[in-house]
T-cell receptor, first 116, second 116 residues
Framework: AQTVTQSQPEMSVQEAETVTLSCTYD???????LFWYKQPPSRQMILVIR??????QNATENRFSVNFQKAAKSFSLKISDSQLGDAAMYFC?????????????FGKGTHLIIQP | GAVVSQHPSRVICKSGTSVKIECRSL??????MFWYRQFPKQSLMLMAT?????????EQGVEKDKFLINHASLTLSTLTVTSAHPEDSSFYIC????????????FGPGTRLTVL
């Protein structure tokens, strides 16, 4: 079974600064997807960024980028120029590649606080 | 695009009654839908996977007779909590995966169930 570990229950960063959220995972599969989801107080899950394991290039979406280290099974999220609207719970998630038939395995989440 | 709705958004019921939660994909056909449960300040836990026209697959530890899932069409899945008890109180979130691949799941806004 796959596991996802987020070792930072809470992180705090000053507005406009950069913050990195950590995520490690364990799997025996060679092909899979990794995700970062944001969950604001509304509880709506919002996809931040996605990485396909077979792609060596790190995914980037505007101010959000990942550092994907496949051998180390590490998938960290970097948020640049932090904004007040970035404050939320962030979940790292693993998805298998069985034709998309698998549900996602989530980490326990990191509560991100943005200090004005 | 890729909008998933859930109804109701919150429900309060008496112990022993059954509650049905609907999950609809509004602008795409969902070949697979997933049901997650989230306890306060905790992560999402996959409960079951449903494919249109077939029986749901439940995760280990999830009582299939308590949590009935019906995926009657490509745009609708329902979760019925039968004979609900206070320990079933939780936040239930559905997600849907379209036929486009990529393992991306689109999440509904969730349903808060409170059993008195």
């Amino acid at each position: 079974a796959q596991t996802v570990t987020q070792s930072q229950p809470e992180m705090s960063v000053q507005e406009a600064e950069t913050v990195t959220l950590s995520c490690t995972y364990d799997t025996s599969e060679s092909d899979y997807y990794l995700f970062w989801y944001k969950q604001p107080p509304s509880r709506q899950m919002i996809l931040v960024i996605r990485q396909e394991a077979y792609k060596q290039q790190n995914a980037t979406e505007n101010r959000f980028s990942v550092n994907f280290q496949k051998a180390a099974k590490s998938f960290s999220l970097k948020i640049s120029d932090s904004q007040l609207g970035d404050a939320a719970m962030y979940f790292c998630a693993y998805g298998g590649r069985r034709g998309g038939a698998d549900g996602l395995t989530f980490g326990k989440g990191t509560h991100l606080i943005i200090q004005p | 695009g890729a909008v998933v709705s859930q109804h109701p958004s919150r429900v309060i019921c008496k112990s022993g009654t059954s509650v049905k939660i609907e999950c609809r994909s509004l602008d795409f056909q969902a070949t697979t839908m997933f049901w997650y449960r989230q306890f306060p300040k905790q992560s999402l836990m996959l409960m079951a996977t449903s494919n249109e026209g077939s029986k749901a697959t439940y995760e280990q530890g999830v009582e299939k007779d308590k949590f009935l899932i019906n995926h009657a069409s490509l745009t609708l899945s329902t979760l019925t909590v039968t004979s609900a008890h206070p320990e079933d109180s939780s936040f239930y979130i559905c997600s849907a995966r379209g036929s486009h691949g990529g393992n991306e799941q689109f999440f509904g806004p969730g349903t808060r169930l409170t059993v008195l």
